[in-house]
Nanobody
Framework: QVQLVESGGGLVQPGGSLRLSCKAS????????MGWYRQAPGKQRELVAR???????NVRDSVKGRFIISNDFAKNTVYLQMNSLKPEDTAVYYC??????????????????WGQGTQVTVSS
């Protein structure tokens, strides 16, 4: 019913910047929150940043001051601006969304949609 499509990953040198985008599509009633998680090899997936439709944000301490999450929920889209990237930011970044969608004529909430992931590699 809903798909998340990420874009913007890639290879960047330390100190560089990347901007990730994630767009939700489908029979969407409302986007309640969207965010980004990441998973490095051999490590658990961790929250990077999350934003609600009210504008409240939750940002991981290790990226505060470097990463900025923003949204355009009219376009069902969330962005992650990543600045001053470090090698330890290298990971697969996953978009996550809490979305209410239409099933027939009824709205149903699914709090845990995931994108396919996009690789971010920070290396010289």
């Amino acid at each position: 019913q809903v798909q998340l499509v990420e874009s913007g990953g890639g290879l960047v040198q330390p100190g560089g910047s990347l901007r990730l985008s994630c767009k939700a599509s489908g029979t969407i009633f409302s986007v309640n929150a969207m965010g980004w998680y990441r998973q490095a090899p051999g490590k658990q997936r961790e929250l990077v940043a999350r934003i609600t439709n009210g504008g409240s944000t939750n940002v991981r301490d290790s990226v505060k001051g470097r990463f900025i999450i923003s949204n355009d929920f009219a376009k069902n889209t969330v962005y992650l601006q990543m600045n001053s990237l470090k090698p330890e930011d290298t990971a697969v970044y996953y978009c996550n969304a809490d979305i209410t969608y239409y099933s027939g004529s009824f709205p149903i909430n699914e709090p845990d949609y995931w994108g396919q992931g996009t690789q971010v590699t920070v290396s010289s």
